[in-house]
């Protein structure tokens, strides 16, 4: 048979109907307790003094003591000998425990040690003394004033379909909890990137009607980088976001629910309340009753902690303390970290954005909204650009070189400056050879007569064009061939100077290719 710890009361209460003149039967049955127990603490009792038909007062603490004392003078704590045996192998009982040694396997063990207790002895002395099979000990944590905590947590609840791809698809609820009146808000969404997240803080400030001063979130991409348990690394993305609405972030450390312990017992009773024998049409059904639920239902509960209603809690205590409620929708940006390819761009969102060229190969930082795109290199801002749409692209001219800007660019009026700049007749012959309905079209040839003041110089390119102009002929080709023969200087329509003539190795007078008219003989 099991042993037994006879309580002081239950000791109290056999001496207590022993002094009535009940008899020891039915002292047992009454209280529980053995015949044999009972008429132990019965002798016991006699032999401090106390004898049948005793008034009740006489029955005192001193008294129990002596009777109790007499009954187990060995077990004073009520501990047996196997307790005191089990204690003596205190240090090698922690040593097998640590190990990972099942206590059936340490019972066999000790029995090899010579050391032969009950099990349900060594299961306690190991529970009681060691720690074994108990959880660590916990405390509550004091609720924070009112408005300041609110935590964040997504929650797996179940399949919903999607209508654009024909499915069901896995939903979660992304859950907010607030931590002094337990007032819920949940977001179902099929995503948990950092887009979901936001639009789900967003949908929760307008349903609390304001901001709270921080947020408990568990340790999410898209608002941990690094975690960390003094010093996480908050994503730039998420941490903008806190400052545009105004709260803090203290996240919760890794494995580590007892830090967001109010919204971790939200998980389950969404799950089971709201969404756990349901048919949704899809994530925005879902999303459309998950609000009313949140207000008529989980709201109105009576908390099984607080035994108050949540909702009423919160607009008495909360509301007034919040933060004002975000008066424009957030304007979520896109980062990236972006090369700067060959050709002086980077890609952003499959747009095109120039850089200047010293950064070409390098690494840039990239923050683009729905208006601007920011370019950073090394904490320094380098290059801000409009927003433009997929496929387009945004190019400064000031990033590109200067010999190429104005033909990656197709600037025609900086081409004419250009030329213009080196003389007035090659201005106007520039102009000249720019003249049609595709102007960019006929930008080589500039190029070709700029090539040709680079070569001969801008005097010498000057008449030529001039000469060409008078006679209104328009091909570059001519002016090359005109600098390349010196003919620049030459009136129009005169001979070329002898100098200038080349003298053929084989050439012939003219005369000898003249032909004499041959006499008919009859004639004579």
């Given at each position: 048979?099991?042993?037994?710890?006879?309580?002081?009361?239950?000791?109290r209460?056999?001496?207590?109907?022993?002094?009535?003149?009940?008899?020891?039967?039915?002292?047992?049955?009454?209280?529980?307790t053995?015949?044999?127990?009972?008429?132990?603490?019965?002798?016991?009792?006699?032999?401090?003094?106390?004898?049948?038909?005793?008034?009740?007062?006489?029955?005192?603490?001193?008294?129990?003591?002596?009777?109790?004392?007499?009954?187990?003078?060995?077990?004073?704590?009520?501990?047996?000998?196997?307790?005191?045996?089990?204690?003596?192998?205190?240090?090698?009982?922690?040593?097998?425990?640590?190990?990972?040694l099942?206590?059936?396997?340490?019972?066999?063990?000790?029995?090899?040690?010579?050391?032969?207790?009950?099990?349900?002895?060594?299961?306690?002395?190991?529970?009681?003394?060691?720690?074994?099979?108990?959880?660590?000990?916990?405390?509550?944590?004091?609720?924070?004033?009112?408005?300041?905590?609110?935590?964040?947590?997504?929650?797996?609840?179940?399949?919903?379909?999607?209508?654009?791809?024909?499915?069901?698809?896995?939903?979660?609820?992304?859950?907010?909890?607030?931590?002094?009146?337990?007032?819920?808000?949940?977001?179902?969404?099929?995503?948990?990137?950092?887009?979901?997240?936001?639009?789900?803080c967003?949908?929760?400030?307008?349903?609390?009607?304001?901001?709270?001063?921080?947020?408990?979130?568990?340790?999410?991409?898209?608002?941990?980088?690094?975690?960390?348990?003094?010093?996480?690394?908050?994503?730039?993305?998420?941490?903008?976001?806190?400052q545009?609405?105004?709260?803090?972030?203290?996240?919760?450390?890794?494995?580590?629910?007892?830090?967001?312990?109010?919204?971790?017992?939200?998980?389950?009773?969404?799950?089971?309340?709201?969404?756990?024998?349901?048919?949704?049409?899809?994530?925005?059904?879902?999303?459309?009753?998950a609000?009313?639920?949140?207000?008529?239902r989980?709201?109105?509960?009576?908390?099984?902690?607080?035994?108050?209603?949540?909702?009423?809690v919160?607009?008495?205590?909360?509301?007034?303390?919040?933060?004002?409620?975000?008066?424009?929708?957030?304007?979520?940006?896109?980062?990236?970290?972006c090369?700067?390819?060959?050709?002086?761009?980077?890609?952003?969102?499959?747009?095109?954005?120039?850089?200047?060229?010293?950064?070409?190969?390098?690494?840039?930082?990239?923050?683009?909204?729905?208006?601007?795109?920011?370019?950073?290199?090394?904490?320094?801002?380098?290059?801000?650009?409009?927003?433009?749409?997929?496929?387009?692209?945004?190019t400064?001219?000031?990033?590109?070189?200067?010999?190429?800007?104005?033909?990656?660019?197709?600037?025609?009026?900086?081409?004419?400056?250009?030329?213009?700049?080196?003389?007035?007749?090659?201005?106007?012959?520039?102009?000249?050879?720019?003249?049609?309905?595709?102007p960019?079209?006929?930008?080589?040839?500039?190029?070709?007569?700029?090539?040709?003041?680079?070569?001969?110089?801008?005097?010498?390119?000057?008449?030529?064009c001039?000469?060409?102009?008078?006679?209104?002929?328009?091909?570059?080709?001519?002016?090359?061939?005109?600098?390349?023969?010196?003919?620049?200087?030459?009136?129009?329509?005169?001979?070329?100077?002898?100098?200038?003539?080349?003298?053929?190795?084989f050439?012939?007078?003219?005369?000898?290719?003249?032909?004499?008219?041959?006499?008919?003989?009859?004639d004579?």
């Amino acid at each position: 048979m099991a042993y037994r710890e006879v309580s002081m009361v239950s000791v109290r209460e056999i001496l207590r109907l022993w002094v009535r003149g009940h008899p020891v039967r039915e002292i047992g049955r009454l209280t529980g307790t053995d015949r044999k127990t009972v008429t132990r603490y019965v002798e016991a009792a006699r032999g401090a003094g106390l004898s049948q038909g005793s008034f009740e007062a006489a029955i005192t603490d001193e008294l129990l003591g002596c009777v109790v004392e007499a009954v187990r003078p060995a077990r004073t704590f009520g501990r047996g000998a196997a307790w005191g045996r089990l204690e003596g192998e205190r240090n090698w009982l922690e040593k097998q425990i640590e190990a990972g040694l099942r206590l059936t396997k340490v019972h066999e063990l000790l029995a090899r040690r010579g050391i032969a207790v009950p099990y349900r002895t060594l299961h306690r002395y190991c529970a009681t003394e060691l720690g074994y099979g108990r959880r660590r000990a916990t405390v509550p944590i004091a609720d924070c004033e009112p408005g300041s905590e609110l935590q964040i947590d997504f929650g797996r609840l179940g399949l919903v379909p999607d209508p654009p791809s024909g499915k069901r698809r896995v939903c979660h609820a992304l859950i907010f909890t607030a931590v002094y009146s337990r007032h819920l808000f949940v977001y179902p969404t099929h995503s948990q990137g950092l887009e979901a997240l936001i639009e789900g803080c967003e949908r929760a400030w307008a349903h609390f009607g304001g901001v709270f001063a921080v947020l408990i979130p568990d340790n999410l991409k898209a608002i941990v980088s690094e975690a960390d348990a003094v010093q996480p690394k908050l994503s730039d993305a998420f941490t903008e976001y806190a400052q545009s609405r105004g709260f803090e972030i203290d996240p919760a450390r890794i494995g580590t629910p007892t830090d967001k312990a109010r919204v971790e017992r939200s998980v389950s009773y969404v799950r089971d309340s709201f969404f756990a024998g349901e048919t949704f049409a899809d994530v925005a059904d879902a999303q459309a009753r998950a609000a009313v639920w949140c207000s008529e239902r989980a709201g109105l509960r009576v908390h099984g902690t607080t035994q108050r209603r949540p909702r009423e809690v919160f607009e008495a205590e909360e509301r007034p303390r919040l933060l004002p409620a975000p008066a424009e929708p957030y304007d979520l940006p896109l980062y990236a970290s972006c090369k700067v390819h060959r050709d002086h761009h980077i890609q952003v969102a499959y747009a095109l954005y120039s850089v200047p060229g010293a950064l070409i190969g390098r690494v840039v930082e990239v923050r683009a909204d729905s208006r601007l795109v920011r370019i950073s290199y090394q904490g320094r801002l380098v290059k801000v650009h409009p927003r433009v749409p997929r496929g387009r692209w945004s190019t400064d001219a000031a990033d590109l070189p200067s010999e190429k800007s104005i033909y990656a660019l197709r600037d025609i009026d900086r081409l004419r400056s250009t030329a213009a700049a080196h003389g007035e007749a090659i201005g106007v012959y520039a102009a000249r050879l720019l003249d049609g309905p595709l102007p960019w079209t006929r930008m080589r040839r500039v190029y070709r007569l700029l090539g040709l003041v680079r070569r001969f110089g801008a005097a010498r390119v000057e008449t030529a064009c001039a000469q060409a102009l008078a006679l209104d002929v328009v091909d570059v080709t001519r002016i090359a061939r005109m600098l390349d023969h010196a003919l620049e200087t030459s009136a129009p329509g005169a001979a070329r100077p002898e100098s200038n003539v080349v003298q053929l190795r084989f050439a012939r007078d003219p005369s000898e290719f003249r032909s004499r008219q041959r006499q008919d003989p009859h004639d004579d």
